[in-house]
């Protein structure tokens, strides 16, 4: 995030656009974000829409079917529209510079809590299905788990950083928040269990791929990517303590 805020300090355009490198663009993308941008000059950030290449991969399959449930979850507690994805989106230089830019310290989910922050000060993000993005899978099992473990230590950080209030609007985890001051003191425990859950759904994994047992290879892969979002959140329980200083500075 520190090299993105340097890119963006340094560019001369009003209009950032933000795409991942696994993302293939249409050839009149940049066209249709300034149109979008100059047909209302009160829009300041603009987010995109993502198909995913299709494939055969097992892996890339459970993870569409899993990005789908997990949409369906932003929308049932209502947060969709906070949803601010660098994948295929853009926003207003001003409004990125006056809003900090992305923290340095929330290196897997800064772009969600730029998106969080805009919408907290009362601006919106404009969606489009206009402008598509081709989304190709990381069919690497562990690569995956690395990248999901990576969001849920920083989703326990935006909790530590914004607190519950913040948390509960933006990325609502009910239930690790009601626990946390039991993980907090039992870590040890909660981080025992939640990889031995990781490993139990990777072996079922393991085992429904050749029996080509779609249904059952889902369900772990849900449970494999959920456990792998916990325990990443579990891992940075102890950081408590530093941003507690940091807020007892402020």
């Known amino acids: 995030m520190e090299l993105i805020n340097e890119g963006a300090k340094r560019s001369k355009g009003e209009i950032l656009m933000f795409i991942e490198s696994h993302i293939f663009l249409e050839n009149d993308t940049v066209r249709k974000y300034v149109q979008l941008f100059d047909e209302d000059k009160e829009r300041v950030a603009i987010q ?11 892996v ?10 997990n949409v369906g979850r932003f929308k049932k507690f209502n947060v969709f529209e906070y949803y601010f994805d660098f994948h295929n989106s853009a926003m207003r230089r001003s409004c990125f510079d006056e809003l900090g830019g992305f923290r340095d310290d929330l290196p897997s989910m800064g772009e969600f809590e730029l998106g969080a922050r805009l919408c907290a000060s009362g601006r919106k993000i404009y969606r489009t299905g206009d402008i598509v993005g081709w989304h190709f899978n990381d069919n690497r099992l562990l690569s995956y788990a690395h990248i999901v ?9 935006i909790f ?3 607190g519950p209030k913040f948390m509960s609007k933006y ?12 993980v907090r003191r039992t870590r040890i425990i909660f981080l025992a269990g939640a990889t031995l859950a990781l490993y139990a759904s990777m072996a079922g994994l393991v085992l429904t791929r050749p029996l080509r ?5 889902r369900f772990f892969f849900t449970c494999f990517a959920e456990n792998s979002v916990r325990l990443g959140m579990i891992r940075t329980v102890n950081e408590w303590k530093k941003y507690q200083a940091v807020a007892g500075k402020k």
């Open 213 to 217: 047992l779609k249904g059952l290879a």
């Open 149 to 157: 473990g990576t969001q849920g230590m920083d989703r326990t950080r």
């Open 171 to 182: 990325f609502p985890q009910p239930k690790f928040m009601r626990l946390f001051p039991l």
């Open 60 to 69: 890339g399959q459970a993870q569409d079917f899993f990005f789908i449930k």
């Open 160 to 162: 530590l950083i914004h």
């Open 48 to 58: 995109g829409g993502i198909k995913t290449v299709p494939t055969d991969s097992w």
